[in-house]
């Protein structure tokens, strides 16, 4: 994007209204990838202040050539591989939020919308490590399948394919639920 491009070149030479655009930009999308990873708002929150705080203190060393989202959700993804090797595997259990309906929705709407997020979340949840990361990244990041690669250390098709079995595994799961739901 072509904002992103000038907010960059504004930060690396200093411009705080460029740091605090970025952070108001992108603290949202930052905070629901953490928390689909974590499913821990406190942490998620703690995980990207920590991306936030370094991002600012790398300004004089800044060089990101690629999308400043996809530098941000890499850092995001790096700090929650950090965060769970430091818990061990007991704490990346219980993770893949997915974001509750507005409070604009009516009432019985809303229930429908929860029970339906509780059943999405549980599904994603149920999902392997690797295919869980490939699906927030695509979904809530809107990383490219190329910069997943390359975060993830695989190839392409190695994505690719995770991305694609993360899917079935979701649809078949959902598929399941569904019709128990409507007995």
């Known amino acids: 994007m072509l904002e992103d491009e000038v907010l960059k070149w504004k930060f690396k030479r200093g411009s705080d209204e460029a740091l605090t655009r970025i952070y108001e930009k992108y603290l949202a999308?930052?905070?629901t990838l953490a928390m689909g990873l974590l499913n821990d708002a406190g942490v998620a929150e703690d995980v990207v202040q920590d991306v936030f705080v370094s991002?600012?203190?790398s300004r004089r060393n800044f060089q990101v050539r690629g999308s400043l989202s996809g530098y941000l959700a890499t850092s995001v993804v790096n700090r929650v591989r950090d965060h769970r090797r430091r818990l061990g595997r007991r704490a990346a259990q219980d993770h893949?939020?997915?974001?509750?309906?507005s409070q604009s929705v009516r009432p019985d709407q809303r229930?429908?919308?929860d029970e339906q997020a509780t059943l999405l979340n549980h599904a994603v949840t149920e999902l392997p490590?690797?295919?869980r990361e490939?699906?927030?990244l695509r979904l809530k990041a809107d990383m490219r399948f190329r910069e997943i690669a390359k975060l993830q250390e695989t190839s392409i098709n190695t994505v690719l394919s995770?991305?694609?079995y993360g899917l079935e595994k979701l649809r078949?799961?959902?598929?399941g639920e569904v019709k128990e739901w409507n007995r």
Do not use: K, W
């Not at 893949?96 to 309906?101: A, H, L, S, T």
């Not at 078949?172 to 598929?175: E, I, Y």
């Open 55 to 57: 991002f600012a203190q």
């Open 134 to 136: 490939v699906i927030l």
């Open 111 to 113: 229930v429908i919308l």
């Open 29 to 31: 999308p930052m905070l």
């Open 96 to 101: 893949g939020r997915f974001e509750r309906p």
């Open 162 to 164: 995770r991305y694609r």
């Open 129 to 131: 490590d690797e295919q």
């Open 172 to 175: 078949s799961t959902l598929n």
